[in-house]
């Protein structure tokens, strides 16, 4: 650190302040010394020497630090993130993200490593061997599940409620510990290396909260300096993540104030802040309106081939939109995994549906049960007005299902052969005809 020590005082300081404070000083020393010859009040005399040096300290301290300790250069006076000028945040003081040196060797070589777009050749974003986690009371969350999610891919993780979609995704940001198995994550082992693993993804949780006092654009200063960005760079990365989820506009407005889509989009945006190359998503859409679930999982998709994304999601929709790749876990076991055609080609059974008026849902469900004992009908679900039938033998269907609809008495709309969806694989390949529609 570096002084201006005297130079720059003008001489008519010298001529004021000296005679003051060597006057004092006179005082003091006199003070001292009559306290000292009291020899009959040594524990009086002690505590009242201990009192001058107090009050010499206190005086003289700013006098020298002003003549010979003032530092050089301008004071920096700029408010911290959240902050009113020249006050600090209403509820935390001021942010700073701690100069590079200062940080874990692990954490400084996760955010220097290298921003690149992954290519078609490269390496596996996300690997599991054998990965378990059981809790506490025998509870078998997750059951020894291998996956690979491809670099640059968007990956589904498929399931109903409680088939262990969170827990994998938890263990993979490094946020739990497996029970046994291991898993890899940009390169790292979450379990060994959570730190580091954060470093290089982007996660959101299934319901992501906001500091409501805080603008959008605060918020993605904090997160940008906790993964150590600042300055030109990180403003730049939050203007562009906050374009990237369309909420330039309301950048500046309390979080508080967002709707739940709009918070939705702001956790997203944080996931993208600091350009992870892996970005985990846990229920992205559970809660948005049908408005909010097209624009987010537009945006998704948008990532692809920039950053390896990975969601989960019980709506099977969803995922046949805009994955590549699927894997359908149930009751904490990996089912199937591969590309959306791939499954399709391999589970999906030629499929007819049979729409019927309203009201006519009793007739529609006694239409299943006569056509499930048909040898050529692998299955029959009736769900909302629609017949789904599953057939193995496509000229056996094509020849017998319409005489056999025609005799049932059913007010029909529609009978049409359908293509293969997500939803058929999932029914063949769990037997769980209510899951489909969680």
């Known amino acids: 650190m570096k002084f201006n020590g005297l130079d720059g005082i003008p001489p008519v300081v010298f001529a004021l302040v000296i005679p003051i404070v060597a006057i004092q000083v006179a005082l003091i020393l006199l003070a001292a010394f009559d306290l000292l010859r009291e020899e009959r009040r040594v524990r009086g005399g002690s505590k009242a020497l201990w009192a001058v040096i107090i009050v010499f300290v206190n005086l003289f301290g700013p006098i020298l630090y002003f003549l010979v300790g003032r530092e050089e250069g301008p004071v920096d006076t700029t408010p911290g993130p959240g902050a009113l000028p020249g006050w600090g945040s209403p509820h935390d003081p001021p942010i700073v993200a701690p100069p590079q040196a200062q940080l874990p060797a692990e954490v400084r070589a996760a955010l220097e490593a290298p921003r690149v777009v992954p290519l078609p050749d490269a390496p596996p974003a996300i690997v599991t061997e054998r990965l378990m986690r059981r809790y506490p009371g025998g509870v078998v969350a997750l059951a020894g599940l291998d996956l690979t999610v491809p670099a640059g891919s968007v990956f589904g993780l498929l399931g109903p409620n409680g088939a262990g979609k969170t827990t994998c995704l938890r263990l993979l940001a490094g946020l739990t510990r497996s029970t046994s198995g291991r898993a890899s994550v940009a390169g790292l082992d979450p379990a060994h290396d ?49 374009a990237r989820v369309g909420l330039g506009d309301a950048a500046d407005r309390r979080a508080g104030a967002y709707s739940g889509g709009m918070r939705q989009r702001l956790g997203i945006a944080g996931t993208l802040v600091h ?16 408005e909010g679930r097209r624009d987010v999982l537009g945006l998704i998709a948008s990532l692809r081939g920039e ?21 359908i876990l149930d009751r904490g ?9 791939e499954l399709l080609e391999r589970y999906a059974r030629p499929v007819w549906r049979v729409e019927a008026e309203p009201g006519e849902d009793a007739a529609l469900g006694a239409l299943g049960e006569r056509l499930r004992v048909l040898p050529w009908v692998t299955s029959a679900v009736a769900e909302h007005g629609i017949l789904t039938v599953a057939v193995s033998d496509i ?8 005489p056999a609809v025609g005799t049932s008495g059913v007010a029909v709309v529609s009978v049409a052969r359908a293509r293969p969806t997500l939803e058929d694989v999932f029914l063949r390949l769990t037997g769980n005809g209510s899951a489909a529609a969680a």
């Not at 000229?395 to 319409?402: H, V």
């Open 194 to 242: 959570p730190i580091g693993v954060r470093g290089r993804l982007g996660y959101l949780e299934q319901d992501p909260r906001a500091y409501g006092w805080m603008s959008g654009r605060e918020q993605l200063r904090l997160v940008g300096q906790l993964h150590g960005m600042a300055g030109t760079a990180l403003e730049t990365a939050i203007d562009g993540a906050l």
């Open 275 to 290: 350009h992870p190359p892996i970005v985990i998503l846990d229920e992205p859409v559970s809660a948005l309106d049908p």
């Open 307 to 327: 950053t390896t994304v990975m969601f989960s999601s019980h709506v099977l929709g969803d995922v046949e939109r805009i994955c590549d790749r699927v894997a």
């Open 333 to 341: 076991r990996l089912v199937v995994e591969g590309s959306l055609d």
């Open 395 to 402: 000229a056996a269907a094509s020849r017998e299902l319409l």
